[in-house]
Nanobody, 116 residues
Framework: QVRLVESGGGLVQPGGSLRLSCTVS????????MGWYRQVPGKKREMITS???????YYADSVKGRFTISRDNAKDTVSLQMNNLGPEDAAVYYC??????????WGQGTQVTVSS
């Protein structure tokens, strides 16, 4: 069974940075495209970035140039470096495969709050 554990969120001032990490267990991690998703209350969860097995990346326009996704197949982790954060980035952040793993619950997510 696949398990997803996100960490690294917190409170940051506008313009600040955070680095999120996600550990994936129970899957052949290296073969999957992995993504970071975020959700704000009342809105649908959206994927903002993904990284393929060959390290090709995709970024939504809203985060392009500010966020960087990376993966470490030896450690089964995917990370998200977030720079120049703004209030619009405040959300709960989740990782999952792209498309999401079947028959797998989402992790608990990690809360990012951007406030002065």
């Amino acid at each position: 069974q696949v398990r997803l554990v996100e960490s690294g969120g917190g409170l940051v001032q506008p313009g600040g940075s955070l680095r999120l990490s996600c550990t994936v267990s129970g899957s052949i991690f290296s073969i999957y495209t992995m993504g970071w998703y975020r959700q704000v209350p009342g809105k649908k969860r959206e994927m903002i970035t993904s990284i393929q097995s060959d390290d090709s990346t995709y970024y939504a326009d809203s985060v392009k140039g500010r966020f960087t996704i990376s993966r470490d197949n030896a450690k089964d982790t995917v990370s998200l470096q977030m720079n120049n954060l703004g209030p619009e980035d405040a959300a709960v952040y989740y990782c999952n495969a792209d498309p999401p793993f079947e028959y797998t619950e989402w992790g608990q997510g990690t809360q990012v709050t951007v406030s002065s």
